[in-house]
């Protein structure tokens, strides 16, 4: 396991798509963090003081800039309508949101965590000791 952290940070413009209304500029804070090297972080601003987070595969992104991909509550998937951009499609319990962003913006932001942690070389980062000690109960009787 490697101790000398990096957290990459970069801030993008994501539009909210809806039916029937012009898209609304939404600021994006993209993160990666060494310590959880197969995650990327997108937190959406929601207001003066308030953000959404999402946690998603590093892979998702990188796969969904080439076709579709995700199954689960992030969908990612080049736009039809524009090669330049990429659609990230986010469903929970309490609703479900389209975003439109740069491809271009969010290759960067994957080389950038390339350039940090190789794929296929996030296990070096990870303690699994640590990661075993939050699922296994210390008292098991």
Do not use: C
Request: charge should be negative.
């Amino acid at each position: 396991m490697r101790n000398d952290h990096v957290t990459l940070r970069s801030t993008a413009v994501f539009d909210l798509l809806a039916p029937r209304t012009p898209a609304v500029p939404v600021k994006v804070e993209l993160r990666y963090d060494t310590r959880d090297p197969y995650a990327v972080v997108a937190a959406f601003r929601t207001g003066r003081a308030g953000w959404v987070e999402w946690v998603f595969a590093r892979d998702l992104l990188a796969d969904g800039l080439l076709a579709e991909a995700g199954d689960g509550d992030v969908r990612i998937r080049p736009s039809v309508e524009d090669p330049e951009s990429v659609l990230i499609e986010l469903n929970s319990p309490s609703g479900h949101a389209m975003f439109e962003a740069s491809a271009q913006e969010l290759a960067d932001f994957l080389d950038r965590t390339y350039d940090v942690v190789l794929p296929g070389n996030e296990h070096l980062w990870v303690d699994v000791d640590d990661a075993l000690t939050h699922l296994i109960p210390n008292d098991l009787g």
